[in-house]
Structure formats: C-alpha cells, structure tokens
C-alpha cells in the first residue's frame, strides 16, 4: 500500500524512483525483494529516499518479485484453548526470523469453518498451510482435494497431531503416552477407574482412550465408566457431574478418573468440588497434554506431557523447508502430581 504525502496525495513508487534518480523497475527491485539487486550506493539511495517520503512496499508486488507471499496459515480448533496457543506460539518460533509472517484462523471444530480457513489462505497466496489438532475419523473430501489442488499448485502443506494421506508434519503417539500413563496409575495402588472419553469421533480422543484402558485391561482392571461427552472443558465438566449423579464418584471410595485432555480434567475438578467430593482423596484426576500452568493448580494435576511449543516450532520449520514434508512422531511421557497422589498416602 502506498503512503501519504501530507497533501493527501499518495506516494507512488515512480515517486521514489524520481526522488532517488532511478527508473521505476530499478526502485521495484530494491524495494520489492528481486534476485537482481542494484548496486548497492544505489540500494542506499532508493532506500533513503522512500523513507523521507514515507513509502511502503506493495505486499502483493513484493510477492510477485520474490515468487514468495511470505505468509504462512495456520488452522486451529480454538485459539483461546493453551494447547492450541502454545502450539501457534511454537510455529512462530519455527518460521524464524526472516519476516515471514503468521496468519491465524480458529475454526471452533466447524469442518465448514476449516475448509472456508484453507480456502482463505489459498487464495492470499500463503507459501504454506499448517492445520492443528484432532480430525474426524471420517475423510473430508472437500477439504482433501482443496489441500490437494493446493499443494498442486506449489503450497506446502503439514499437520500438527494427527496426520493426513497426502501430508507430512508433527504426529503424537497419544495411544503409547496414554498407555504410560495408565501403568503409572496402577503401580501407585489406583484399582477404580472412570474413563472421561470426550468425542471419539475424534481420532486423538479415541486413540488416548484405547491406549488407557487397553493398559488397564492387560492387568486385569476394568474401568467402572467409559463415558463419551465434548472434548472441552465443559464437556469434562458435564461428564463428571453425571458420574457424581450416577454414583460412581462419591466420598469415601476413590476413583481415578482419566480425562482424555486437559481441559477436561480442569472441568471435572470444577464439578467434583461443587459436589462437596474431595480432591484426590474421594476422586483423583489425571489429563493429558500438560497445558501452561496445570502445575498451578491445587491440587496439581497430574498429565502426560507434550512438548507443545516443540511440536509447533518442528512443524514451522518444516514447512520453511522446500521439497516434500516428512512424518515425524513425537511421543508424550506421564508427570505424577498430587490429583494422583499413591493410594493410601
């Protein structure tokens, strides 16, 4: 966009070049990003002059100049949910620092929402799309073939958690980590479990879930409750209060109730209290992911850890690379806090 002079006219680059003595194409390739570059007491010049005129670059003739729009889109379910905004403050970290720029979309798991997103960022030309976060079990063609006509035309794509046939990014063994979890659970003396499965039409929360109980049933335990519910923090809450109804949690028998994310174990904390339930003593809780500040909590809340900002910077620097993306697995660990603390102790 061009600037202002103070008589209101704007500032147009033929303006600069006249101001420096170089012709218009000599001033574009200065101050657009060309391959060809003046000399560089010629650079100067250009330069000094559209700052005394108070001139700004064209976005789009940059990107003509450079073949580069320097912008790159990441998708994600809810920005106001720590993991995903540890996850965007990684990427930011992995772009570095030669000024390429970061544009956001939330899509509140709407998959309407992320296909219009994908489309957004084709159309303003973004050198590369990054999508976060669990996906339906169910294939979105639509979406597959936007990413593919995508990529078709040169547009790098990666995921960050969960992948998808035509793209390599940052995958979570999250059953393997759940897995972990669960035998830390059981070596600490938890026998009764309850199981916060959130919406297993979502491959990350079943994967998690199958990964726990199939650990607790290799050592002969089965879980009291398997319940389904939103995979947020009101979900965890609703769901654990219709246990507390149910009679599954109740004072004085404790139960160990896994939360397939954090968000829902914060939630389920929040409705154990109001219950007049005790933490961990009558209902201990475990998540998963260890968001910012969950070792805040009281009690502290035991997790499995994700290197969330990792994973982000991973995937950004991924996509700065050219050719085709790879598949890296990330894998979590568990981290025992005091929502958990040994049986009996």
Same mark, same amino acid.
């Given at each position: 966009m061009a600037a202002t002079e103070g008589n209101g006219v704007a500032v147009r680059l033929a303006d600069v070049a006249r101001e420096a003595g170089v012709s218009p194409a000599t001033a574009s390739r200065v101050l657009n990003g060309s391959s060809r570059k003046p000399a560089e007491e010629i650079a100067d010049r250009v330069r000094v002059a559209a700052q005394r005129l108070g001139y700004f670059p064209n976005a789009q003739a940059q990107a003509l100049a450079r073949n580069t729009a320097g912008l790159v889109g990441l998708i994600v379910h809810d920005i106001a949910d720590p993991y995903f905004s540890s996850i965007a403050r990684g990427v930011q970290q992995g772009l570095g620092e030669n000024g390429v720029q970061l544009l956001l979309n939330s899509t509140g798991r709407d998959p309407q929402r992320e296909l219009a997103a994908v489309r957004a960022f084709m159309s303003h030309r973004t050198d590369a799309i990054l999508l976060a976060g669990s996906r339906s079990q169910q294939e979105d063609h639509e979406l597959m073939e936007a990413l593919r006509r995508y990529q078709d035309n040169g547009g790098r794509v990666a995921m960050i958690g969960q992948p998808l046939p035509a793209a390599g990014g940052v995958q979570l063994d999250n059953a393997g980590a759940a897995a972990a979890l669960a035998d830390e659970?059981?070596?600490? !003396?938890?026998?009764?479990?309850?199981?916060?499965?959130?919406?297993?039409?979502?491959?990350?929360?079943?994967?998690?879930?199958?990964?726990?109980?199939?650990?607790?049933?290799?050592?002969?335990?089965?879980?009291?409750?398997?319940?389904?519910?939103?995979?947020?923090?009101? !979900?965890?809450?609703?769901?654990? !209060?219709?246990?507390?109804r149910d009679g599954l949690l109740e004072a004085g028998r404790q139960t160990c109730v896994f939360c397939a994310n954090d968000v829902m174990a914060?939630?389920?904390?929040?409705?154990?209290?109001?219950?007049?339930?005790?933490?961990?003593?009558?209902?201990?809780?475990?998540g998963f992911d260890d968001i910012p500040t969950l070792g805040d909590m009281f009690p502290s809340v035991t997790t499995v850890r994700i290197p969330l900002e990792e994973i982000g910077r991973m995937a950004g620097e991924m996509v700065m690379e050219d050719g085709d993306a790879r598949r890296l697995v990330v894998s979590g660990h568990p981290v025992l806090r005091e929502s958990t603390r040994p049986v009996g102790a």
């Open positions: 659970l059981l070596k600490l !003396g938890h026998r009764r479990f309850a199981v916060l499965a959130g919406d297993q039409s979502l491959a990350t929360a079943r994967d998690r879930v199958e990964g726990f109980v199939g650990k607790l049933r290799d050592a002969g335990v089965e879980p009291v409750a398997v319940r389904e519910g939103a995979f947020t923090r009101d !979900g965890g809450y609703h769901t654990a !209060g219709d246990l507390v914060l939630g389920t904390m929040t409705a154990v209290r109001e219950r007049g339930l005790r933490l961990p003593d009558d209902v201990a809780v475990a």
